[in-house]
């Protein structure tokens, strides 16, 4: 089993009012992935913003909407690793058939959430011919501000 690190980049712009995608990863054909830790965090300045609306979503991937491929990083594991999954950032056109398994209020106000899994308790996504098959986080911010946040993801395993 290896880990693997997907990072937004550069700070991904969020419009006042419209959900966004900002990152998503989606299984290979026959290796589930697990979200073991994710963070986002904004780049606001005023203390009277609206608390920026962070949803972890799961996808069918009826449509795969517009994205900018990602490049994970392999953080722990077999130093040969090669990951199997992919990974997308920045979702210009928003895929469809979300699903909001968790959501919280996060203040953009130098606001951070950082999420890290309990051991065997993952949030999962199966294989690429599963129902349920990307794993991303939607951003609805009030104000316009930047999000930059990460996926720390394994794959394979229990």
Not at 78 to 86: D, L, M, Q
Not at 130 to 157: D, P, W, Y
């Amino acid at each position: 089993m290896a880990g693997f690190s997907l990072v937004l980049g550069s700070g991904i712009a969020l419009t006042p009012g419209a959900p966004k995608t900002v990152i998503m990863i989606t299984p290979g054909a026959n290796i589930p992935c697990k979200v073991v830790e994710f963070a986002i965090g904004f780049d606001g300045t005023s203390a009277s913003n609206t608390p920026v609306l962070v949803e972890l979503v799961g996808c069918t991937l009826a449509t795969q909407g517009t994205r900018t491929i990602g490049v994970p990083i392999q953080t722990d594991g077999e130093s040969t690793a090669v990951n199997i999954f992919s990974g997308f950032v920045n979702y210009t056109v928003e895929p469809t058939a979300l699903t909001v398994l968790k959501e919280f209020l996060v203040t953009p106000n130098g606001g951070l959430l950082i999420m890290q899994s309990p051991l065997s308790r993952e949030t999962t996504n199966g294989v690429s011919t599963s129902t349920q098959k990307g794993l991303g986080l939607r951003c609805t911010a009030q104000q316009a501000v930047n999000a930059r946040g990460h996926f720390e993801v394994t794959e394979g395993g229990s």
